[in-house]
């Protein structure tokens, strides 16, 4: 009677280390998923701010153009309007004189 409940116990033993084997393969399956998930994240943002900053690269210079185009047209703006009111200036004595 006590052989067969000692061999019962090791069976049950042999069973609960199988179980043991295999979730400790699951979990380190698991763990290496997860890993690789955040490697490829790292990388997705790595990438994404690499191609941010080639593209600010990229943008900058014409963008530095059009803000100088911008500024110089402003400039002819104002000397347009100047010699306008200059012009308006000189039809006003014109009118008077006459």
Do not use: C, H
């Amino acid at each position: 009677m006590d052989n067969e409940k000692i061999e019962k116990i090791l069976e049950r033993l042999e069973k609960v280390e199988e179980k043991v084997e295999e979730n400790n393969s699951i979990l380190k399956s698991e763990r290496n998923q997860k890993r690789l998930a955040i490697l490829w994240k790292i990388i997705y943002w790595m990438i994404f701010i690499a191609s941010g900053i080639v593209a600010w690269s990229y943008i900058s210079p014409m963008y530095k153009a059009m803000i100088e185009s911008y500024e110089k047209l402003m400039q002819t703006n104002k000397q347009v309007q100047s010699q306008f009111k200059d012009v308006n200036k000189n039809i006003q004595k014109i009118k008077n004189i006459f």
